[in-house]
Each structure stands twice: as structure tokens, then as C-alpha cells.
């Protein structure tokens, strides 16, 4: 049944993207963040260490879909997420809906919410859920800037899922 949807879907977008120019394009690229567990301790040079974040990986995504006025899109994404902390690399494949009202001139407000499935790649059979949500200001350029939290429903070590919290930029042709 999801495969018959994303068929659809996929026949639709094209369709459009012949006809209309109510088609964009995405591109995303982020730094996961994690704890300093090392906060306040004094390295060997006698210096203070007081980063609360630091960056643990890297994170591209692309995606394609339809899009009514920039304010509401609804699109498929896939990507790669790279985690240095746990030797992971994840792809995940997911629909993302996007909502962009203005709030200036210039200036859009943009919500994204992400649901799929992820791969953990070298790892295997493993596979799981994927979500995310993902708040950014987005400028007349299509520039996005954006802090986003994601979810991998998939067990690695002794946790049934991993997560991270990213900063990043995201280009968007309309």
C-alpha cells in the first residue's frame, strides 16, 4: 500500500513538473550537536573547557515535491546522517510536509515534520523508523536556517533508539 502511495505520488510530481512550476527542490546540510562531557574540566595546558555543544557528525539530505504559494509543500527526502560519537551512518527516506507563513516582508517562518524509514548502513539488517521536526527562519534568497531534532527508531548498543538535535542551512528552488 505505501509503495502504491509514493507511486502516486512520484507520477504526480512529475506530472506537475511538466506542466506547472509548482515544484521545488531542497538542500540540506546540518551538524549534529551533543553534550561536552567534558564541561568545566581543565585540559592538560591549564585551560577551561566551556562548550556546552559539540559538533558529533554530519548530516545531508535532498528532496523533491509540490509546493502551493511557498506556504505549504509536501515532498520526499532522503539523505545521509553521519554520527562520529557512534560510528553510525544512516540514510533516511521519509515524506516531508512543510508549512512557511510569512512573518515579514522578506521572511518566512518554516515548519518541516518528517516521517520515513532509516537504514543504518554497514550495520547489517538494521533498520527503523525515522522522524523529525525542524524549525527555521527562511529569507527571499529560498535560504533556510534551521535547528531540527530527529529520531532513528533503530536499536544500536544498548539504546532502541538514537537521536540528535542539528543546526544547519538549507537551499530551496522554487
Not at 558529533?56 to 509543500?73: M, P, R, T, V
Not at 518554516?110 to 525542524?134: E, F, P, V
Not at 536556517?145 to 540528535?164: A, D, T
Amino acid at each position: 500500500m505505501r509503495i502504491s502511495i509514493l507511486y502516486v505520488f512520484l507520477i504526480t510530481c512529475f506530472a506537475y513538473s511538466q506542466n506547472d512550476n509548482r515544484t521545488y527542490l531542497q538542500f540540506d546540510v546540518a551538524v549534529p550537536l551533543k553534550g561536552n562531557p567534558d564541561r568545566e574540566e581543565i585540559n592538560p595546558n591549564g585551560n577551561t573547557n566551556k562548550s556546552w555543544f559539540l559538533p558529533d557528525g554530519l548530516s545531508s539530505k535532498i528532496g523533491f515535491g509540490l509546493h502551493y504559494n511557498q506556504w505549504i509543500a509536501l515532498g520526499i527526502h532522503s539523505g545521509i546522517d553521519w554520527k562520529w560519537y557512534d560510528k553510525l551512518v544512516i540514510v533516511p527516506v521519509f515524506i516531508n510536509v512543510k508549512l512557511s507563513p510569512k512573518i515579514g516582508d522578506n521572511t518566512r517562518l518554516a515548519l518541516q515534520l518528517g516521517s520515513g524509514k532509516a537504514i543504518a548502513l554497514g550495520r547489517g539488517a538494521l533498520t527503523g523508523g525515522y522522524k523529525k521536526i525542524n524549525l527555521g527562519v527562511q529569507t527571499a534568497d529560498d535560504l533556510l536556517i534551521f535547528i531540527e531534532l530527529n529520531q532513528f527508531k533503530i536499536p544500536f548498543g544498548n539504546l532502541k533508539e538514537n537521536g540528535s538535535i542539528s543546526l544547519g542551512l538549507s537551499l530551496i528552488t522554487f
